[in-house]
């Protein structure tokens, strides 16, 4: 066999990944194309069906498949330029690795109709590896995400998003399955793709009718303060920024109908922490700034005589600190303290209402090293390797609760995830369901109410719209809106189906970047239809994901036996 034979396969699976690559991108923000979900991993599909070499293939499709993760996260090298070549060579195994053991599945050994649900089994299962499992999980960029709101959708209400991704992968199995036929002998893949219609037209319930009632309105605070401005020490810039906050607070509260609740976004409290226990040791201490004359309680002091003065109940991403003290020796005065926590905290009356929610699940390589954080020498060194001034100090709360929110003379019981864990479906259940087994009162959440602060993302609209799109997903789940509050946005209104009622500051305004990177306020009334959500997925939680990822094991040691014993020289028979 000559050299450029044997280079065959290689190129023409770079190819396949570059395509499949392509495909996925344009079904994503910012062209979002939904319907090219349904064809995205046709091209490393039809590699498992006609490749001789698939040490090679594996590793030309994971190549091709660079571009996109590439498009998808150019931002993370603002934060970290040593972390950004490893997180794509990470996520570049994926596609490599289902070619590999797509290849080797014993696919002459099934029936025809077996061969594209084993793999889309495959396919889900390694979906479910990376986002549930591996380094605390990534859930973002599923094949089923761009189909939010379509039809296929609404499956997620009952079986949750990997059932969805199921029937998406199974259909691109499908399509593959046609291609890959003789045209002489295509009557079958033919009736297959008409008979996976039908499936899905009968698993997608009716669409139910208008929302009978709304809650709110709801405003938020969008600030647009850049990841460089919150971490800097700089009490200028910091006194500077929440002046803007107050002022946009009080835009808010005298909107033509007052709001029921303003919410700031992640962390945005500039001071130490709103924990009532920091702040009296900040009073005792009588610490601040002399040259600005400005103590350490004023950040508290002003927001709750803001809060006070205009009747409105709020909202606020803080710090949460236990074990808060101020020392002063020959050295001066310095701060410790025993854990940090990103929280939320419910203000009224002027006052800081208990409980607040500690965020359970810390976001990977931002907040918590998965697995390296439990060596301190080796996070350290890693940290000064690659993300230069980042510290993760914080701890994960230990109670999945939702907050009981003043309404209109009641209480609101509203889940807040914050940031990442919005991702998380198993984690935004637990907060919906406010189970006393996880530290809540036991009464549902009605309402979603997502804190975040996005500056991470950069100058990246589309990271930032698909971080919306992983929110919608949740909401159809659960059947319980969601109310967003981002700094630097995308700040918006998310009903129970998944739809984005209304979105960001600059209501009306054609162009569609506005609602990122400004400052401004959204007060929005939420669809709402009485109580809180009671899909099935809801009540029995995500069976699917574990148990297609129980199958696609199996099938992946059916192909690792099959590789070891040389199963594999040929393409497998379609008869």
Same mark, same amino acid.
């Given at each position: 066999?000559?050299?450029?034979?044997?280079?065959?396969?290689?190129?023409?699976?770079?190819?396949? /990944?570059?395509?499949?690559?392509?495909?996925?991108?344009?079904?994503?923000?910012?062209?979002?194309?939904?319907?090219?979900?349904?064809?995205? =991993?046709?091209?490393?599909?039809?590699?498992?069906?006609?490749?001789?070499?698939?040490?090679?293939?594996?590793?030309?499709?994971?190549?091709?498949?660079?571009?996109?993760?590439?498009?998808?996260?150019?931002?993370?090298?603002?934060?970290?330029?040593?972390?950004? &070549?490893?997180?794509?060579?990470?996520?570049?195994?994926? &596609?490599?690795?289902?070619?590999?053991?797509?290849?080797?599945?014993?696919?002459?050994?099934?029936?025809? =109709?077996?061969?594209?649900?084993?793999?889309?089994?495959?396919?889900?299962?390694?979906?479910?590896?990376?986002?549930?499992?591996?380094?605390?999980?990534?859930?973002?960029?599923?094949?089923?995400?761009?189909?939010?709101?379509?039809?296929?959708?609404?499956?997620?209400?009952?079986?949750?998003?990997?059932?969805?991704?199921?029937?998406? =992968?199974?259909?691109?199995?499908?399509?593959?399955?046609?291609?890959?036929?003789?045209?002489?002998?295509?009557?079958?893949?033919?009736?297959?793709?008409? $008979?996976?219609?039908?499936?899905?037209?009968?698993?997608?319930?009716?669409?139910?009718?208008?929302?009978?009632?709304?809650?709110?309105?709801?405003?938020?605070?969008?600030?647009?303060?850049?990841?460089?401005?919150?971490?800097?020490?700089?009490?200028?810039?910091?006194?500077?920024?929440?002046?803007?906050?107050?002022?946009?607070?009080?835009?808010?509260?005298?909107?033509?109908?007052?709001?029921?609740?303003?919410?700031?976004?992640?962390?945005?409290?500039?001071?130490?922490?709103?924990?009532?226990?920091?702040?009296?040791?900040?009073?005792?201490?009588?610490?601040?700034?002399?040259?600005?004359?400005?103590?350490?309680?004023?950040?508290?002091?002003?927001?709750?005589?803001?809060?006070?003065?205009?009747?409105?109940?709020?909202?606020?991403?803080?710090?949460?600190?236990?074990?808060?003290?101020?020392?002063?020796?020959?050295?001066? &005065?310095?701060?410790?303290?025993?854990?940090?926590?990103?929280?939320?905290?419910?203000?009224?009356?002027?006052?800081?209402?208990?409980?607040?929610?500690?965020?359970?699940?810390?976001?990977?390589?931002?907040?918590?090293?998965?697995?390296?954080?439990?060596?301190?020498?080796?996070?350290?060194?890693?940290?000064?390797? /690659? =993300?230069? /001034?980042?510290?993760?100090?914080?701890?994960? *709360?230990?109670? $999945?609760?939702?907050?009981?929110?003043?309404?209109?003379?009641?209480?609101?019981?509203?889940?807040?995830?914050?940031?990442?864990?919005?991702?998380?479906?198993?984690?935004? $259940?637990?907060?919906?369901?406010?189970?006393?087994?996880?530290?809540?009162? *036991?009464?549902?959440?009605?309402?979603?109410?997502?804190?975040?602060?996005?500056?991470?993302?950069?100058?990246?609209?589309?990271?930032?719209?698909?971080?919306?799109?992983?929110?919608?997903?949740?909401?159809?789940?659960?059947?319980?809106?969601?109310?967003?509050?981002?700094?630097? /946005?995308?700040?918006?209104?998310?009903?129970?189906?998944?739809?984005?009622?209304?979105?960001?500051?600059?209501?009306?305004?054609?162009?569609?970047?506005?609602?990122?990177?400004?400052?401004?306020?959204?007060?929005?009334?939420?669809?709402?239809?009485?109580?809180?959500?009671?899909?099935?997925?809801?009540?029995?939680?995500?069976?699917?994901?574990?148990?297609?990822?129980?199958?696609?094991? *199996?099938?992946?040691?059916?192909?690792?036996?099959?590789?070891?014993?040389?199963?594999?020289?040929?393409?497998?028979?379609?008869?």
């Amino acid at each position: 066999m000559s050299r450029g034979t044997n280079h065959r396969p290689f190129i023409a699976a770079v190819k396949a /990944g570059l395509l499949h690559a392509l495909l996925m991108a344009a079904a994503f923000p910012p062209l979002h194309l939904p319907p090219l979900a349904l064809v995205a =991993a046709v091209p490393l599909m039809l590699l498992t069906y006609r490749t001789t070499r698939p040490w090679r293939s594996a590793l030309g499709a994971a190549l091709g498949s660079l571009p996109f993760w590439a498009l998808t996260h150019w931002w993370i090298a603002d934060i970290t330029d040593a972390g950004l &070549p490893v997180l794509l060579l990470y996520l570049c195994l994926y &596609p490599g690795l289902y070619v590999w053991l797509g290849t080797h599945l014993p696919l002459s050994r099934l029936g025809p =109709a077996a061969r594209p649900l084993a793999l889309a089994a495959l396919w889900t299962a390694l979906e479910f590896l990376r986002a549930e499992i591996v380094w605390h999980g990534y859930p973002w960029y599923l094949i089923a995400h761009p189909l939010a709101g379509c039809l296929v959708s609404i499956v997620a209400a009952s079986l949750g998003q990997y059932a969805v991704s199921f029937l998406v =992968a199974w259909i691109n199995a499908g399509v593959c399955r046609v291609l890959a036929t003789p045209r002489t002998e295509r009557r079958f893949g033919r009736g297959f793709l008409i $008979r996976m219609f039908l499936v899905l037209v009968a698993a997608a319930p009716r669409i139910s009718a208008p929302w009978s009632e709304s809650l709110g309105p709801i405003a938020v605070v969008q600030t647009n303060i850049p990841q460089s401005n919150k971490d800097s020490p700089d009490l200028d810039t910091r006194l500077s920024d929440f002046s803007t906050m107050l002022r946009l607070t009080s835009e808010a509260a005298h909107a033509p109908e007052k709001p029921a609740l303003i919410v700031w976004p992640e962390t945005m409290f500039p001071g130490n922490s709103l924990s009532p226990d920091v702040v009296a040791e900040e009073r005792r201490s009588g610490l601040g700034y002399p040259s600005h004359r400005f103590a350490l309680t004023e950040w508290h002091d002003q927001l709750m005589d803001v809060q006070r003065s205009l009747g409105v109940p709020m909202l606020i991403g803080s710090m949460g600190i236990d074990g808060f003290r101020i020392i002063t020796d020959d050295s001066g &005065p310095r701060i410790e303290y025993d854990v940090r926590y990103n929280s939320a905290y419910v203000l009224d009356q002027g006052t800081v209402l208990s409980p607040r929610y500690d965020k359970a699940h810390l976001t990977p390589f931002g907040e918590v090293m998965p697995y390296i954080s439990a060596w301190p020498w080796l996070e350290r060194n890693l940290l000064a390797l /690659g =993300a230069q /001034g980042m510290t993760f100090d914080l701890k994960a *709360g230990d109670a $999945r609760r939702a907050l009981d929110v003043p309404y209109e003379g009641d209480t609101l019981t509203v889940a807040v995830p914050i940031c990442f864990e919005s991702t998380m479906p198993t984690v935004v $259940r637990s907060l919906v369901r406010n189970s006393t087994s996880t530290g809540g009162s *036991g009464v549902p959440a009605s309402l979603i109410i997502n804190i975040t602060n996005d500056g991470w993302l950069s100058g990246s609209v589309a990271a930032r719209r698909n971080f919306v799109l992983n929110c919608r997903w949740r909401c159809i789940e659960l059947g319980v809106p969601m109310v967003r509050a981002a700094n630097t /946005g995308i700040s918006c209104v998310i009903d129970a189906r998944g739809r984005v009622v209304v979105e960001g500051p600059n209501l009306g305004e054609p162009k569609p970047d506005a609602d990122a990177l400004v400052e401004g306020v959204l007060s929005a009334r939420v669809p709402y239809d009485g109580g809180p959500g009671s899909t099935l997925y809801s009540r029995i939680g995500d069976w699917f994901g574990p148990a297609v990822f129980i199958v696609g094991l *199996g099938l992946a040691g059916l192909s690792i036996l099959n590789a070891r014993s040389g199963g594999r020289t040929s393409p497998p028979s379609l008869a």
